[in-house]
């Protein structure tokens, strides 16, 4: 039986961008799709306001995280932030920063304090939050700096990608190309196998999980003629964790591992650095795929799209991949 603490915190992003309007989207869908209960950490005259633009009828109910696994069935429970923002949908503004941070760090201490079962995320304008002074690439690395500030335990956070086809785990993320190769150590390599199986088996309940690993370079290196870093950095690796037991191969031509066959053939694919990661699941299947932190000592998913500050008047903003986020994260193993 579901109860207050199943509640899922969820922080509502960017107000200029379509995080606002998803949310009261999701809400209304939540009956149908079967969405557990969720409580928005953001503004909740601002939430009213994008209802009332786009004809959405969500009634808001201002109230505390307590309250909220009640509220939800008949309204939409939003627990309200310090830091005021403003309503302006399109245009970004940098004041808005602090509040789309405290909703990310609240949220972060409601699940860590056992009131909340998983974090969910609305996208952030990172480029924004970045000149207000944010000092963290991402929502993923900022989680585990959280983690870290809030219970005195070391986080090692690491990005998942998971849609309905294809699940990716790049090893590198939110740095320059030009800085990746250096980035790939055989212990960061190692360090990022090892948490994606030991997630994928305790979260997504796969018992003996597949990973593929792929190369670095065009044809994972062609025999080092396009590159060292395949067979000098990542394949040691694989055999390493292979020969402990550890169903993981490759490294594979990075091009050819993410065909409809290839997929069949691992659970996770293991990626160098973020395109590779990321284009493929987002070009077949951006709609349903989400984006799952592992290595936190909770759940916390989002989204795999952005702010979309582009369409953030229009009203036509897909809440899908929301909604698979929210699933998702009722459906992981706590
Ligand atoms: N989890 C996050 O916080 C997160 C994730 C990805 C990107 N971002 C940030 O978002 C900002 C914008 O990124 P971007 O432009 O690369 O990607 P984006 O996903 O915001 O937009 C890409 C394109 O897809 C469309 N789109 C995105 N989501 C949609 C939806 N739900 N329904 C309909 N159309 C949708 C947009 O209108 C746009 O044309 C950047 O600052 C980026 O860092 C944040
Ligand atoms: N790299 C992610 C993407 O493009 O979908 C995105 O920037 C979100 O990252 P965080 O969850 O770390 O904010």
Not at 30 to 49: C, H, Y
Not at 56 to 82: G, H, K, W, Y
Not at 251 to 267: C, S, V, W
Request: hydrophobic share 45%; net charge negative; with cysteine.
């Amino acid at each position: 039986m579901p109860s207050k603490s199943d509640i899922i915190a969820l922080s509502m992003g960017e107000p200029a961008g379509i995080g606002p309007e998803i949310v009261l989207k999701a809400w209304l869908a939540s009956e149908k799709e079967g969405i557990s209960p969720f409580a928005v950490f953001g503004d909740p005259e601002l939430l009213a306001s994008r209802a009332r633009m786009f004809g959405l009828s969500v009634p808001i109910r201002v109230c505390t995280l307590e309250e909220a696994f009640d509220a939800f069935p008949m309204t939409l429970p939003v627990i309200p932030l310090e830091n005021a923002m403003t309503d302006n949908p399109g245009v970004l503004e940098v004041s808005n920063a602090a509040g789309v941070i405290e909703a990310i760090e609240k949220a972060t201490a409601a699940v860590l304090s056992g009131d909340a079962k998983a974090v969910v995320t609305c996208p952030i304008q990172k480029s924004n939050v970045y000149k207000a002074g944010f000092k963290h690439p991402g929502h993923t690395e900022y989680l585990g700096y959280l983690v870290e500030k809030m219970t005195g335990k070391k986080a090692n956070p690491v990005m998942m990608l998971a849609g309905p086809e294809l699940r990716t785990v790049p090893v590198t993320a939110h740095m320059p190309i030009s800085k990746v190769s250096e980035a790939l150590t055989k212990e960061r390599i190692e360090e990022v196998a090892l948490i994606a199986a030991h997630d994928l088996k305790m979260r997504f309940g796969i018992a003996n999980p597949r990973i593929a690993v792929a190369g670095l370079n065009p044809h994972a290196g062609e025999e080092g003629a396009m590159g060292t870093e395949d067979a000098e950095i990542i394949a040691p690796v694989v055999k390493k964790l292979r020969d402990a037991g550890h169903r993981i191969s490759g490294p594979y031509p990075g091009d050819t591992l993410y065909h409809k066959k290839a997929r069949e053939t691992y659970d996770a694919a293991l990626a160098m650095y973020h395109d590779q990661a990321l284009i493929p699941v987002k070009t077949i299947g951006f709609d349903e795929t989400v984006n799952v932190t592992l290595g936190l000592p909770f759940i916390r998913t989002s989204p795999d799209h952005g702010t979309a500050i582009d369409i953030a008047e229009k009203g036509i903003a897909n809440p899908s991949s929301l909604i698979a986020a929210l699933k998702l994260a009722s459906s992981l193993k706590s």
